[in-house]
């Protein structure tokens, strides 16, 4: 199971940081990833990393500005989000894939595990 938290109320530039925790102990074998999902469009990857958090994926709407970290040892997975944009508004969902690999971790129906999502809201 996944738990994210740490959504809010932000104005234009400022920052916020979400949070995923993992129950479970075998957490450090799955892929995991951040995607949005904003009204009336479809859910979007936002960033990913491997298993082991040596390898990490960008979309290009969020490279430079956003980072991606996972702890294993906390089973905790999280995304620092700076410099946000009102376009950057969106429900964020964490989630786990058990096999995943650079092309195919952007993809939604690859990850095996879901979090509830925790609302994003940049203000102009």
């Known amino acids: 199971q996944l738990q994210a938290s740490g959504g809010g109320l932000v104005q234009a530039g400022g920052s916020l940081r979400l949070s995923c925790a993992a129950s479970g102990r075998t957490f450090s074998t799955y892929a995991t990833g951040w995607f949005r999902q904003a009204p009336g469009k479809e859910r979007e990857s936002v960033a990913a990393?491997?298993?082991?958090?040596?390898?990490?994926y960008y979309a290009d709407s969020v490279k430079d500005r956003f980072t991606i970290s996972r702890d294993n040892a906390k089973n905790t997975v999280s995304l620092q989000m700076n410099s946000l944009r009102p376009e950057d508004t969106a429900v964020y969902y964490c989630a786990a894939a058990w096999s995943a690999n650079s092309r195919t971790v952007v993809r939604v129906s690859v990850y095996d595990y879901w979090g509830q999502g925790t609302l994003v809201t940049v203000s102009s």
């Open positions: 990393t491997s298993a082991s958090g040596g390898s990490t």
